[in-house]
T-cell receptor, first 111, second 114 residues
Framework: DAKTTQPPSMDCAEGRAANLPCNHSTISGNEYVYWYRQIHSQGPQYIIHGLKNNETNEMASLIITEDRKSSTLILPHATLRDTAVYYCIVRARYNTDKLIFGTGTRLQVFP | KAGVTQTPRYLIKTRGQQVTLSCSPISGHRSVSWYQQTPGQGLQFLFEYFSETQRNKGNFPGRFSGRQFSNSRSEMNVSTLELGDSALYLC?????????????FGPGTRLTVT
């Protein structure tokens, strides 16, 4: 079973920041938080990942709470092309690439 | 650098047949994983390979098998196809095994079983 809980859907106005929450209260010290998105049955696209520090790249920012039990993915200026299903995944640090996908959050960006 | 490639992209098979899907990882990547995506079950892990060895296997029947070659390319095979095997099959690759290494997905092979 997935170790994360996400809201099933969210809306965001184009140009505004999209903040997608994820709960992973049972995460262990040897597990990363990963975010992927999937646009209309294409292969999932890697967005960002982090262990305990906040992370930022050209696509998004990842804010992880100090106790690591939850995180927020931030898309700073959402566009229509960001409409997708976003998956938050807890991934083992060592020895396996297995990803356990939950149902994700369907983000709808509207004009 | 080229991404993960999967062939064929679309496939139609008949019940009882067998099928082989191919995945070429990103150059230099040694770990390959396979996933099945269906509307009912979502994305489910099939198996993973690292340096030609199967490291992990998901909860799928023995009809699903795979292998990895010395150049890291991977194939998965499904024998005795059933209607329920209709799905998008996704391959992902990474430099090594573990969360330290980002994992990238291919576009998938859409299999339809009639």
């Amino acid at each position: 079973d997935a170790k994360t809980t996400q809201p099933p859907s969210m809306d965001c106005a184009e140009g505004r920041a999209a903040n997608l929450p994820c709960n992973h209260s049972t995460i262990s010290g040897n597990e990363y938080v990963y975010w992927y998105r999937q646009i209309h049955s294409q292969g999932p696209q890697y967005i960002i990942h982090g262990l305990k520090n906040n992370e930022t790249n050209e696509m998004a920012s990842l804010i992880i709470t100090e106790d690591r039990k939850s995180s927020t993915l931030i898309l700073p200026h959402a566009t229509l092309r960001d409409t997708a299903v976003y998956y938050c995944i807890v991934r083992a640090r060592y020895n396996t690439d297995k990803l356990i996908f939950g149902t994700g959050t369907r983000l709808q960006v509207f004009p | 650098k080229a991404g993960v490639t999967q062939t064929p992209r679309y496939l139609i098979k008949t019940r009882g047949q067998q099928v082989t899907l191919s995945c070429s990882p990103i150059s230099g990547h040694r770990s390959v994983s396979w996933y099945q995506q269906t509307p009912g079950q979502g994305l489910q892990f099939l198996f993973e390979y690292f340096s030609e060895t199967q490291r992990n296997k998901g909860n799928f029947p023995g009809r699903f098998s795979g292998r990895q070659f010395s150049n890291s390319r991977s194939e998965m095979n499904v024998s005795t196809l059933e209607l329920g095997d209709s799905a998008l099959y996704l391959c992902a690759s990474s430099l090594g095994a573990g969360g330290t290494y980002e994992q990238y997905f291919g576009p998938g092979t859409r299999l339809t079983v009639t």
